[in-house]
């Protein structure tokens, strides 16, 4: 996906002023608009996108080259589309408060890994280190509500900024040792071979599934609840037979036990339950 460009601000009735970005898409057949929870409006253009006026150059992905966009033609379709803004504004209040409020909440002290019955806690410890070591995790005890450990992190603990990228860190390993076992789990339990399990740190999909069976998975599922976790997972084995999004993709998917339409759609707005200390770049 080709990086896109802020060029204005769209300001809505109350107040609220949104940065707009702007990129070309190989995929899209109409210009599109998106409204990402940290709150920016993204104006997809097709391919074939062409305007006479010297606004700004977009990259062509794929091309090479690159194409002109014109700022009164978006502004436009903007300001026609007002009404869909103001309400996707309004309606993904809940997401963006607590993407604020995990933003403010800085490192953690605590995780709980809710596909595997683990919880975690994790314990700072400054000292004259210059980077950050991560000891190796202890197991506490196993009681009714599972696995309890403990992490702790040594060195420079007071730049946050290396605790997160310690910690995004040890999410992917942990993730990439535990995750196959729990994905192949929930296979075996529905009659599914996978070609392959991957584990990886993917950022516009929960998983994916080749045209060989290789499922993938992203780490930060390991943050999820646990029906959402097993639904992407439930998903991506339902593309074994099926690789579409027809019909009778759903029809199967849903005939699996745990597999909902109501998950299906919580999926779609589960990034704002991953912790920001997992899902921002590190400052
Ligand atoms: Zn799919």
């Not at 002109?68 to 009404?83: G, S």
């Not at 103001?86 to 995990?102: D, L, M, N, W």
């Not at 995790?137 to 509500?145: R, S």
């Not at 310690?166 to 529905?190: K, S």
Request: glycine content about 8%; hydrophobic content about 35%.
């Amino acid at each position: 996906m080709a990086p896109s460009t802020e060029i204005t601000r769209f300001v809505c009735r109350g107040g609220n002023e949104l940065p707009v970005r702007v990129r070309i898409s190989t995929r899209a057949k109409r210009r599109k608009l998106s409204l990402s929870y940290s709150g920016e409006l993204e104006v997809i253009l097709p391919l074939g996108y062409a305007s006479d006026a010297r606004s700004g150059l977009l990259d062509r992905p794929g091309t090479g080259s690159s194409s002109r966009y014109d700022l009164d033609d978006i502004t436009d379709f903007l300001e026609q589309n007002r009404n869909w803004i103001e309400r996707a504004v309004q309606r993904t209040i809940p997401e963006r408060t607590a993407i604020q409020a995990s933003r403010e909440e800085g490192l953690p002290t605590s995780m709980t890994f809710e596909p595997l019955t683990e919880h975690w806690r994790v314990d700072y410890q400054h000292s004259d280190l210059n980077g950050i070591r991560i000891g190796r995790p202890a197991f506490l005890d196993q009681d009714f509500d599972g696995a309890h450990y403990a992490l702790t992190l040594s060195g420079a603990v007071d730049d946050e900024g290396l605790c997160r990228l310690a910690l995004q860190r040890f999410v992917l390993n942990w993730a990439r040792q535990r995750l196959p076992q729990y994905v192949q789990g929930i296979c075996d339990e529905i009659g599914a071979t996978p070609g392959g399990i991957n584990v990886k740190r993917r950022k516009t999909s929960w998983g994916t599934c080749s045209s060989k069976g290789l499922i993938t998975v992203d780490a930060r599922i390991l943050l999820l609840p646990k029906n959402l976790a097993r639904q992407v997972v439930l998903h991506e084995a339902a593309h074994l037979s099926i690789m579409d999004h027809s019909p009778q993709f759903y029809q199967r998917l849903y005939s699996f036990p745990g597999s909902s339409e109501a998950s299906e759609k919580a999926l779609k707005k589960a990034s704002a339950l991953i912790p920001a200390w997992l899902s921002d770049p590190p400052r």
